[in-house]
Every structure is written in C-alpha cells, then in structure tokens.
C-alpha cells in the first residue's frame, strides 16, 4: 500500500502549478463549488493544507473561520505549505491509528486532504481555464476511498448530490461526479 506522504507528494506538484498560474485579474471568478468564488477556494484550501498537518501530528484545529490568505506572496506561502503537508504525513506513524476529533482512522484522514487537494485543483483550473489532471495513482487512492466517505460527507454537506456521467466517464470524471460536481463545469460564458 503506498503511504499518503507518498501520493501526496505526487499530488502537490501539479496543485501547486494550478495555483501558480492562477492570474490576480481572475480572483473573483466562480468556481464549480458554487459557495466559492477563486480567492474563497484558494483561502479554502490553504486551510486544508495547514490543518491537514495538524491532523498528521495529532494536534487539533479549527475549520471555523478561513482567513482571506491571497495577499503578498500567496502563491509562495501555498507551495511552502504544501510541501509541509507531504513532510507531516512522511514522518513515521503519521498515517497509522486514528487522529481528529472524529477518532477517524488517520488513513481515511490522508484520503479527505489528498481528495480536497486534488478536486480542488480541478475546480481552480477549470474556473481559471488552466489543464488539470491527476497522477493514475492518486485516483487509484481517491476513487475508493471518497466513494467510502461519500455517505458520510454528505450527511455533513462537503459533497454534493452524485452528479450524473455517461457510461465510460473517465475514473477522474466519476471522482468529480461523486462528490457532486459537474465534470463538464465551465465558467460562464466560456
């Protein structure tokens, strides 16, 4: 089984190119989580990331409030924490037992930061207008493990409704559709 430092580290990368190449001019733009605009999801997922390293050394956080975090050098301060959030999940243990206030066991913990990661990436690409596609190995992961947690994520309302796809929908597609997005979501007018 391939520990999450490990598909993390295959995820972060092409994250990181996302928001690199998202232009300030596009900041306001929606994306296809409806309840985020482009600067609310990359305050959104940096959240994520951060908190993410939390849970990875068993400490406790708070998904209370997300700062506005694009300001300076935003897209610097993300890739730096990204990279922090393979080295909390690499350090030994940290993807064993449980962690959280749910007790949730640490893999299913890894599994919901490597889905936020790479779902978001997508919806920030796609709003942006940017090519985003996850590494085969990081689906392998996701596919199960969110289709696991769908019943659960839903009852909390992070996923949506199941959106329909065609028969032989892409594994991405199906990833997209299960937690309620729409994989042929494009910005308006676009």
Request: proline letters at 8%.
């Amino acid at each position: 089984m391939t520990k999450i430092s490990e598909l993390l580290a295959t995820a972060v990368g092409p994250a990181v190119a996302v928001l690199d190449g998202i232009d300030d001019d596009g900041l306001d733009a929606p994306t296809p989580c409806a309840e985020y605009d482009v600067r609310a999801l990359i305050s959104h997922l940096f959240q994520v990331v951060v908190n993410f390293q939390a849970l990875a050394a068993r400490q406790e956080v708070d998904f209370g409030t997300t700062p506005d975090i694009v300001t300076g050098d935003w897209r610097a301060r993300f890739g730096e924490e990204a990279a922090g959030l393979v080295a909390a999940w690499a350090v030994p243990g940290a993807d064993e037992g449980t962690t959280g206030a749910m007790g949730l066991p640490a893999r299913t913990v890894g599994n919901m930061v490597l889905g936020d990661l790479t779902v978001h990436a997508w919806d920030l690409a796609r709003a942006t207008g940017q090519e985003f596609t996850p590494d085969r190995s990081v689906l392998d992961e996701i596919g199960p493990a969110l289709a696991a947690m769908a019943p659960m994520a839903r009852k909390a309302k992070v996923f949506g409704e199941p959106h329909p796809v065609p028969d032989g929908a892409s594994p991405f597609d199906e990833v997209l559709a299960l937690t309620g997005r729409d994989p042929g979501w494009r910005p308006p007018g676009a």
